[in-house]
């Protein structure tokens, strides 16, 4: 096992985490959990137990507004250590996924862990989610990673943190991966890692694959709950969007084509997949960063260019495994070693202790 700080004892009042060098664990799945689709959809569906202290939630602008419309703002639900140690322990900001939230099931798992280990923890909401629509004149995308980056240094000045780590998870993995990519050799000193879970790095390939016929039923539940927020903004913002755009759309791609890229300023999807995909960035990443993909993800592609340039950059540790999903890596759990088998929790987080 890794020698990092056991991931149920909390750090004490006076202590810090000590450095550990990061080693990660086999993935084994759970039994009856070999299939990519099983391990997805039993990822998305158990239950997860909170054991959370009581929250604090913050409005952070990350848009300014102008003389014809309203700043944009994003919920964050955070969750800090004390206030006399505050700033020496790592803070770790979660970005959730495509139509999720910071009470998405993953989102409360690692922040879970997070805090036992003695991190305080920073559930990030992208616009529009978490019941925020009527906080942003604008649709959320996969390419505003500037809000992640405004949501950081918000926190980092408020707190005077000086420990940072970068969390997301599929639509969120792009986000945070292609923020450190922008950021390049200029990433703030307190960013100490990045780690993304099932990142959609490859936007058009991972559409693309999307609309198989295997994988419709993961497709017509996005789209379908991506169509009820697109309503729900026009109820808000009426002047801005037009409701008739989301008749008849059948596919991510078709959304994305006639919604996305219309109110994003992208010129069609395929532009907006190219300019919002991390993958174009990757290459530039200067921070300690944890990539973790399964080979029987559903959905979530990357391309054999994208992946040598992954495996070229010696910033990032790229973990490939054979098994796990899309975003569930569900382990057999180990009492006698106080682990649940949510396996790309667990690595996270000592990755995380390890370069905080």
């Not at 009856?32 to 959370?52: K, V």
């Not at 913050?58 to 006399?84: F, K």
């Not at 994988?215 to 017509?220: H, I």
């Not at 959304?255 to 395929?270: E, K």
Request: charged letters at 20%; hydrophobic letters at 40%.
């Amino acid at each position: 096992m890794s020698d990092a700080p056991a991931i149920d004892q909390p750090i004490g009042a006076g202590e810090t985490a000590p450095p550990a060098p990061f080693q990660s664990q086999p993935f084994v799945p759970r039994r009856f959990l070999r299939n990519g689709h099983a391990q997805t959809i039993a990822g998305n569906f158990l239950p997860r137990a909170s054991h959370l202290p009581a929250s604090e939630s913050h409005l952070v602008e990350v848009s300014p507004g102008g003389d014809t419309q309203i700043a944009t703002q994003v919920l964050c639900v955070c969750h800090w250590q004390p206030a006399e140690v505050r700033s020496q322990r790592p803070a770790v900001i979660l970005v959730h996924g495509l139509e999720g939230s910071s009470d998405s099931q993953y989102i409360v798992g690692n922040a879970n862990k997070l805090w036992r280990a003695g991190a305080s923890v920073i559930r990030m909401n992208m616009r529009n989610c978490g019941g925020t629509e009527r906080l942003s004149p604008t649709l959320y995308h996969s390419g505003l990673s500037g809000d992640v980056d405004a949501v950081m240094r918000f926190f980092m000045e408020r707190e005077r943190l000086e420990s940072i780590a970068l969390v997301g998870y599929s639509m969120g993995g792009n986000l945070v991966l292609k923020l450190a990519g922008e950021l390049g050799a200029n990433a703030p000193r307190a960013l100490r890692s990045v780690v993304g879970v099932s990142p959609a790095i490859d936007l058009g390939p991972s559409a693309t694959a999307l609309h198989r016929p295997e994988n419709r039923l993961y497709e017509r539940r996005f789209l379908r709950n991506l169509i009820k927020r697109f309503r729900r903004k026009v109820r808000f913002f009426p002047r801005a969007f037009d409701p008739n755009r989301a008749t008849g759309i059948r596919s991510l791609r078709e959304f994305d084509d006639r919604i996305t890229a219309l109110y994003s300023g992208f010129l069609s999807a395929d532009d907006y997949y190219y300019r919002a995909a991390a993958a174009r960035v990757v290459d530039h990443i200067a921070v300690p960063t944890l990539i973790l993909h399964s080979l029987d993800d559903p959905f979530v592609t990357i391309t054999p260019e994208t992946r040598a340039a992954v495996q070229a950059n010696p910033n990032i540790t790229f973990l490939e495994t054979e098994h796990g999903g899309h975003c569930a890596f569900l382990a057999r759990p180990d009492s006698t070693n106080a682990d649940d088998g949510y396996w790309a929790e667990t690595t996270l987080l000592r990755f995380i202790l390890a370069h905080a």
